[in-house]
């Protein structure tokens, strides 16, 4: 099972080395949920660690225009920790 989480995120996109804007970016991202731990199953043998949720797919559009690409590693971690966030709301 699956479900999908979409916002917007805003970027300071920077236009020259003293000027930067603030842009929206369009966020839509399908997430597999984590499991809980458990610590013995029924029949007593060790359980299992919890896991936490995942994200499948990742899209980010600046005005209908994937720039995934485009944006540093640092960003998309960003966005991929919000869209994590916005699964558990």
């Keep these: 099972?699956?479900?999908?989480?979409?916002?917007?995120?805003?970027?300071?996109r920077e236009v020259t080395p003293d000027e930067f804007e603030y842009v929206s970016l369009?966020?839509?991202a399908t997430i597999a949920p984590g499991r809980a731990a458990v610590m013995y199953l029924k029949n007593g043998d060790p359980g299992y660690p919890a896991?936490?949720?995942e994200i499948n797919e990742l899209t980010i559009k600046l005005n209908g225009v994937d720039v995934y690409g485009q944006l540093s590693p640092e960003?998309?971690?960003?966005?991929?920790?919000?869209a994590l966030e916005q699964a558990d709301d």
């Design 26 to 28: 369009d966020i839509e």
């Design 75 to 82: 960003i998309i971690e960003e966005i991929e920790l919000q």
């Design 51 to 53: 896991e936490g949720a």
């Design 1 to 12: 099972m699956t479900y999908n989480v979409t916002f917007s995120f805003e970027w300071e």
